[in-house]
């Protein structure tokens, strides 16, 4: 009868430090990524006679700039032996059968693309932080390179957690915020991987940073067994997919602030006296705002089935642990609003008079409830989550 | 609803083909009679604006039940508590139902206006979809460079050649396929609206799922103490407290049974989470019908045990100390456990026995204490205990003697001493008090009898619940996301590949692609059809790409 007397599991001391260790290291390298992605768009700024000339000169980097829609084409070509592949935006005309002058392969038949479509050129438009640096390129690779480092770093200091506790790493705030930062930089690696978002480190790092500055400063809690409500597989199921979902929603939201801000500066160079602003500099080198709001569109819609499997998950478990699976808890009711309106982004993009602004609203105010969920119902309202450990 | 007049134009535009009225001249417009009224209602909650705006409500109107206490919410008894808090706040914000925020009629006037909405948008697109899956893709634009991606050459091979190659290339890339005499028309990707449908039906199913549930719930607790008695009957009298839905049948309720034969507990020793539960468990015996045979089973935090259709889950544990109370005469008035309840995490319990049954002419005993798993004393704080186990128990009572009151037909707590009309035991001059191992025995003052602590049992208590719809509203899930994936990443898009003789007897090979939703790839789709089309018609020695050219150059005009 007297089991209490049984002894808990020793958390492994030394692995728990390492745990430490490798986060202040990671947030220290994530900080160097963030100087070196400014040293990108200084640098890249500051060419504006580089970028002059370069206007003047059919450069190669024109080439490479050539829209990702098509960039495998070419690699599909190669593979077929040569490289036949025009690209002709409508407000642009730039090039004419770009194979064809090569001379590379006679016998290719030229794909044309034209602007205005879903495949338009301006939707892949990846912008041009170096400006054609080459400073400006070096430190953008570096600050990459950093990035990985400090993904690994922190990547580390979750197994070393999660190996230190025996269980899976996200059972409070501190090893929550930590994954989800963990997941926005993957989702922002894995994104580079597919298409070309270097522009994206800069800001991706901000939330990064500041989630784990947070996290090590006020959510901090050391190694701890669980509470009994979360022992159960579904641990890992639902709240991987919940963290998993929160880190890649940044990068969505991220875009459509971006995006916001991108669409102003477009009215204003269409407007007659084009009025110059501080940071005209930087907008010019953003990706245009229709390619901003289709990076934002995919991330969110790529996301979004997850994030409906997370919240079923999530009334799966309360199912077996409280018997019923939807009970209007706080964390329950948020994350239904979060659904909700990230389900209304998806449809405003899709109704007249709601795209482009009103729904990259939308998607910041989805977001908004999703770091309201997070931050606001586990520290301020009461609840059945109540597992922040702070 | 209202819609001001200014969204009206704008949103009939938007969604109906019906020419609209002059603007400006509200005189000259067409009156429009109940039914017009009823049809330009039925457009409006229909249209995707307004179900955009309905969705956008409904998030809203589901914030106040997250900040507020709610009576149907985990608990119920804050409500009461900001009811003394703020007497006047509370009541008219009950009259607006903000204490029943999820069964509210603006809530519920919000979601049914919005599956309305749903109905009347999926009912007449299943129909499109429906017949669009029995129509062709329709045939290529007179001027296919005209369209979004586009590849043209000439080749040597006849178009019959060419078409067949066509046909066959997009046949092998699953397109649908209409073809004709000098071209191939191909549409892909019907399982985006197909998935779409499905999601937004699947919805449909969910709402219903939850509604059956809410109908025919019942759920309710009791508390057993583990090896004692003749276990729980699932009868409405056997349960301490029972909710259930409107729709559920108290007098037939599934014929099941259990006890309980062991309740384990664990808890955290070390760190700055000493005493925390680290896990508990009821290993139980039940039956199945009338005289079903006896099984064995295990409920934990997370794994409820299941009999028919009901679960049964342990929702909290404590200790129930044994006793036995002789009376005056020698007589075992009172054997068995008592539950505490526990009043902090270290689970110093309160609890009362009480003993009617005395020897006949006897007065009534009864006793009020506390139960200390870990015992400690400190001057001034009494009695407590410092960790949750069993470590050092001991029990605290002091006694009374008269009459309970339990024969009065007046139902009362267990879990509290009436004792207006007893009278506190003394001993000189003061109240009895007597602290207790397990195994000690104690006389009472007054030669009133004896009190014996035995050891200590453990109680759980358990919520047993039956909630039908569950099944239909996983399953409806389950199609929902199959459906969401599908609508969001299928890409519905028409390839077309023409062949004609051209002027100079050479064949012209036109291929073009048009993507119907959003996604890109469709350049790399056209390049690899054309690039698979060159085996069967490869392009023209001479001027074959000097087409492509003259075309650029034509657009460069």
Redo the contacts between chains.
């Keep these: 009868?007297?089991?209490?007397?049984?002894?808990?599991d020793?958390?492994n001391e030394n692995l728990a430090h390492l745990s430490n260790w490798c986060m202040y290291s990671a947030i220290a390298v994530y900080v160097l990524a963030f100087f070196a992605y400014c040293a990108e768009w200084v640098f890249g700024g500051r060419s504006r006679v580089a970028q002059q000339s370069a206007a003047l000169v059919a450069e190669p980097a024109a080439e490479a700039g050539a829209p990702?829609?098509?960039a495998?084409?070419a690699t599909?070509?190669a593979a077929?032996g040569g490289v036949?592949?025009?690209t002709?935006p409508v407000a642009t005309?730039t090039r004419?059968?770009g194979g064809?002058a090569d001379g590379v392969d006679?016998?290719?038949?030229?794909?044309?693309?034209?602007g205005?479509?879903?495949?338009a050129d301006a939707?892949?438009d990846r912008g041009d932080v170096t400006n054609g640096d080459e400073r400006s390129d070096r430190f953008g690779r570096i600050a990459v390179g950093l990035t990985v480092v400090g993904f690994l770093l922190h990547a580390g200091t979750l197994f070393a957690r999660g190996f230190a506790v025996k269980r899976a790493p996200w059972g409070n705030m501190y090893e929550f915020s930590t994954s989800v930062a963990l997941m926005a930089v993957a989702a922002f690696l894995v994104l580079m991987t597919r298409r070309p978002v270097r522009w994206l480190g800069l800001f991706i790092l901000l939330p990064v940073i500041t989630t784990l500055g947070v996290a090590v400063t006020v959510l901090y809690?050391?190694t701890?067994?669980l509470?009994?409500?979360l022992?159960?597989y579904?641990l890992w199921i639902h709240v991987s997919t919940a963290i998993v979902s929160f880190g890649a929603f940044h990068i969505g939201a991220l875009a459509s602030v971006l995006f916001l801000v991108k669409e102003r500066y477009e009215q204003r160079m269409a407007s007659e006296d084009k009025p110059a602003r501080r940071w005209d500099t930087m907008m010019e080198r953003l990706p245009a705002s229709v390619s901003l709001d289709k990076t934002a569109?995919r991330v969110n819609?790529?996301i979004?089935?997850l994030w409906?499997?997370a919240v079923?998950a999530g009334?799966?478990?309360a199912?077996?642990?409280?018997?019923?699976?939807?009970?209007?808890?706080?964390k329950e009711?948020?994350s239904?609003?979060t659904w909700?309106?990230y389900?209304?982004y998806?449809?405003?993009r899709?109704?007249?008079?709601?795209k482009g602004r009103n729904a990259a609203y939308?998607s910041l105010a989805a977001f908004g409830?999703f770091l309201f969920n997070y931050y606001g119902?586990n520290i301020f309202?009461?609840?059945?989550h109540s597992y922040s450990g702070v | 609803m209202s819609i001001d007049t200014s969204e009206q134009g704008?949103a009939a535009a938007?969604m109906s083909t019906a020419p609209q009225p002059e603007s400006g001249d509200p005189l000259q417009q067409p009156r429009l009679g109940l039914r017009g009224w009823l049809r330009w209602t039925w457009r409006q909650l229909t249209s995707?604006?307004v179900?955009?705006l309905l969705?956008?409500l409904?998030?809203v109107a589901?914030?106040p039940?997250?900040?507020i206490p709610?009576r149907?919410?985990?608990?119920p008894l804050k409500v009461d508590g900001y009811f003394r808090q703020h007497p006047g706040r509370a009541e008219w914000m009950d009259k607006l139902q903000l204490f029943d925020?999820?069964s509210s009629w603006w809530f519920s006037a919000t979601y049914l206006l919005l599956f309305i909405s749903l109905v009347g948008c999926i009912v007449p697109r299943t129909w499109a979809h429906a017949k669009a899956l029995r129509t062709r893709p329709p045939a290529a634009p007179r001027r296919m460079?005209r369209?979004?991606?586009?590849?043209?050459?000439e080749t040597d091979a006849d178009p019959e050649t060419v078409l067949a190659a066509a046909r066959g290339q997009l046949k092998k890339r699953r397109f649908r396929l209409t073809p004709t005499d000098d071209q191939v028309a191909g549409e892909k990707g019907y399982a985006r609206e197909t998935g779409n449908l499905v999601f937004h039906t699947a919805l449909i199913g969910v709402l219903v799922a939850?509604l059956m549930g809410s109908l025919l719930k019942g759920?309710g607790s009791t508390l057993l103490v583990e090896k004692s008695g003749g276990g729980f009957a699932n009868v409405l009298a056997q349960y301490d407290d029972f909710n259930s839905g409107p729709w559920f049948d108290t007098t037939d309720m599934e014929k099941f049974g259990f006890k309980v034969d062991?309740i384990?507990?664990?808890?955290?020793?070390?760190?700055?989470?000493r005493g925390?539960?680290?896990?508990?468990k009821a290993e139980v015996t039940y039956w199945q019908g009338a005289n079903g045979t006896d099984k064995h089973g295990t409920i934990?935090?997370?794994?409820?045990l299941e009999i028919g259709g009901t679960?049964v889950?342990l929702?909290n544990t404590g200790y129930a100390p044994v006793v036995t109370v002789k009376d005056a005469r020698g007589k075992v008035a009172f054997k068995g456990p008592v539950v505490f309840i526990q009043q902090d995490t270290n689970r110093t319990g309160t609890g009362v026995i009480k003993v009617p049954d005395v020897s006949p002419g006897l007065e009534q005993l009864g006793f009020s204490g506390i139960f200390t798993p870990s015992t400690a004393i400190t001057p001034g704080r009494g009695p407590h205990s410092t960790?949750?186990?069993?470590?050092f128990p001991a029990l605290f009572l002091t006694a009374y003697v008269g009459d309970l009151g339990v024969d009065s037909g007046i139902p009362q707590s267990i879990y509290k001493l009436k004792t207006d009309k007893m009278r506190q035991l003394t001993e000189n001059g003061k109240p009895w008090a007597a602290s207790m191992l397990p195994g000690e025995t104690l006389a009472l003052p007054d030669n009133q009898g004896s009190i014996t602590f035995d050891g200590?049992s453990?109680w759980g208590q358990f919520?047993v619940?039956k909630?039908p719809g569950?099944g239909l509203?996983?399953y409806s899930?389950i199609a929902?996301?199959a459906g969401?994936?599908l609508s969001?990443?299928v890409r519905r898009r028409r390839m077309w590949v023409r062949a004609v003789q051209g002027a100079d007897g050479r064949t012209v090979?036109e291929?073009a692609g048009?993507?119907r939703?959003?996604?890109?790839?469709?350049?790399?789709e056209?390049?690899?059809l054309?690039?698979d089309l060159?085996a069967s018609a490869?392009?023209a020695s001479s001027g074959?790409?000097g087409k492509?050219?003259d075309?650029?150059?034509r657009?460069?005009d």
């Design positions: 009868m007297l089991l209490s007397a049984e002894t808990v020793a958390v990702a829609a098509v495998p084409a599909i070509a077929f036949a592949v025009a002709r005309e004419t059968g064809d006679a016998g290719r038949p030229v794909v044309v693309v034209r205005g479509g879903h495949d939707a892949d809690t050391d701890q067994q509470v009994p409500a022992h159960s579904w569109y819609a790529l979004f089935p409906t499997f079923v009334a799966i478990w199912e077996v642990a409280w018997g019923r699976y939807w009970g209007w808890d706080p009711t948020w239904f609003i909700v309106v389900a209304g998806l449809h405003a899709a109704t007249g008079g709601w939308l409830c119902v309202v009461n609840g059945l | 704008t938007g995707m604006r179900a955009l969705l956008l409904l998030s589901a914030i039940g997250s900040l709610q149907g919410g985990s608990n925020v999820y460079d369209l979004p991606v586009y590849a043209t050459w939850v759920s062991s384990t507990q664990r808890f955290e020793r070390l760190g700055t989470q925390a539960a680290r896990d508990y934990k935090v997370n794994e409820p679960k889950y929702t960790f949750p186990s069993l470590d200590v453990q919520q619940s909630e569950k509203a996983l899930v929902a996301i969401l994936v969001l990443f090979v291929v048009l993507s939703t959003e996604g890109g790839g469709l350049a790399q056209v390049q690899a054309a690039d060159r490869p392009v074959g790409t492509g050219a075309l650029n150059k657009d460069e």
